[in-house]
């Protein structure tokens, strides 16, 4: 039986138990939510949530890429380290490391208006830029980069995100729609 489509609604028992096994794997194009989704998530308890961008890239190096076997590595010893986590983050590839360890699979399919209107509205991201400035100066880029998402092929495009989906069969969930309001 396909896995039935889900809103943020689904993860309230998530954020109302907090004491489950919590092994999340959030996979998406840029702005569709991961980092959103896997804070809120994350929020009240201490699991830890991993931004795969800090391992794949270079500390302070922007699009310099790490050796991959390391990433790997590093992913590995995330998730044998803590029992709960939440990992989220566009490279396919790396996700399916984490998969590996019984994670429930989380693919953000908003569609492209979704994805670029977060991306205009996305907060400084200190981890990656020295200025909010500096973060704008790259929004142009970013933009296309999400609206090519769509068209292009390998480890960060919709094809492979939708293939791994469609290949895992460990538990999963297609959420189109984010809302990151605290439910009443």
């Known amino acids: 039986m396909p896995p039935r489509q889900q809103t943020t609604t689904d993860f ?8 489950i096994i919590m092994r999340l794997a959030i996979l998406g194009n840029s702005g569709s939510g991961k980092s959103t989704l896997a804070r809120l998530l994350a929020a009240g308890s201490e699991t830890p949530v991993l931004d ?8 302070g190096k922007i699009a310099v890429q790490r050796d991959h076997e390391r990433v790997l590595q590093d992913i590995k010893q995330f998730c044998t380290l803590y029992s709960n ?3 989220e983050g566009c490279y396919a590839d790396c996700i399916n490391a984490a998969l590996q360890y019984d994670a429930e699979l989380i693919f953000l399919e908003p569609g ?3 994805c670029l209107s977060n991306c205009r509205n996305r907060p400084w991201e200190p981890h990656k830029y020295s200025s909010k400035k500096e973060q704008d100066t790259k ?4 933009l296309q ?3 090519d998402y769509y068209e292009r092929d390998g480890n960060m495009s919709l094809k492979e995100h939708q293939a791994l989906f469609d290949e895992y069969s460990g538990p999963k969930r297609l959420v189109t729609e984010l809302h990151t309001q605290k439910p009443d």
């Open 12 to 19: 309230i028992f998530l954020l109302i138990n907090k004491t």
């Open 112 to 114: 492209l208006q979704a």
């Open 139 to 142: 929004l142009e880029f970013l």
């Open 145 to 147: 980069w999400v609206a």
């Open 85 to 87: 986590w939440v990992i």
């Open 52 to 59: 795969l961008d800090t391992l794949v890239f270079e500390p």
